[in-house]
């Protein structure tokens, strides 16, 4: 079945980037998905990438994706205090309109930020 | 902005009793959908519902498990004799009808389900 795998800590300094990664087994992907989830929230889609685009930006956000490789990472530009939350990378195989589709998560990253 | 939400934030029952849980979907959305993520592990798909049927479940969905749309806006799940092993954090999410395969997911701040 589906897997998907990312470490499961990241501390970095305010200022500095951070990088978070994340590996899928699931070659049918087609869309890959970073979600973050601050203490006592739910998930919030940060950004997402197909499966045909190597690269995405989204103002401090940058989604890299190798597909040969099944690797996906979230670059986070110029970490804030406030970017402290747990990062999960997620999947979703195809889907045929007028069906729902499950997403796969990751094991989540923690990220803290120290000042 | 419109948000999905998740009633209650905790619920504490006794092994054996059942539970439900309460959702309510952003209102234009046609997809649904129940996760689970136990302490300390990955988010986990329960089930997906669209047009009034299931779409998915997972192997955890067993028969102790169930949703409903009892009405144009709730999106419930009930779990008929809960077990230790259902104390987990339960999401609820929505999505809209998209073409394509594009599927953003909107999640609730989910119901923390303790079984003692």
């Known amino acids: 079945g589906e897997d998907v795998e990312q470490s499961l800590f990241l501390s970095v300094r305010e200022g500095d980037s951070s990088v978070i990664n994340c590996t899928y087994t699931?070659?049918?992907?087609?869309?890959l998905y970073w979600y973050k989830q601050e203490p006592g929230a739910g998930l919030q889609l940060l950004t997402y990438?197909?499966?045909?685009?190597d690269m995405k930006q989204d103002q401090r956000l940058t989604v890299l994706l190798n597909k040969k490789d099944k690797h996906l990472s979230l670059r986070i530009a110029d970490t804030q205090t406030g970017d402290s939350a747990i990062y999960f990378c997620?999947?979703?195989?195809?889907?045929?309109?007028?069906?729902?589709?499950?997403?796969?998560f990751g094991t989540g990253t923690r990220l803290q930020v120290t000042l | 902005e419109p948000e999905v939400t998740q009633t209650p934030s905790h619920q504490v029952t006794q092994m054996g009793q059942e539970v439900i849980l309460r959702c309510v979907p952003i209102?234009?959305?046609?997809?649904f959908y129940w996760y689970r993520q136990i302490l300390g592990q990955k988010v986990e798909f329960l089930v997906s519902?669209?047009?009034?049927?299931?779409?998915?479940k997972s192997e955890i969905f067993d028969d102790q498990f169930s949703v409903e749309r009892p009405d144009g806006s709730n999106f419930t799940l009930k779990i008929r004799s809960t077990k230790l092993e259902d104390s987990a954090m339960y999401f609820c999410?929505?999505?809209?009808?998209?073409?394509?395969?594009?599927?953003?997911?909107?999640f609730g701040p989910g119901t923390r389900l303790t079984v003692l």
């Open positions: 999410a929505s999505s809209p009808a998209h073409s394509g395969s594009y599927n953003e997911q909107f």
């Open positions: 699931d070659s049918s992907s087609t869309y």
């Open positions: 990438i197909f499966s045909n685009m």
């Open positions: 997620a999947e979703s195989p195809p889907k045929a309109t007028g069906t729902a589709s499950k997403l796969t």
């Open positions: 209102s234009n959305h046609l997809y």
């Open positions: 519902f669209y047009n009034n049927e299931i779409s998915e």
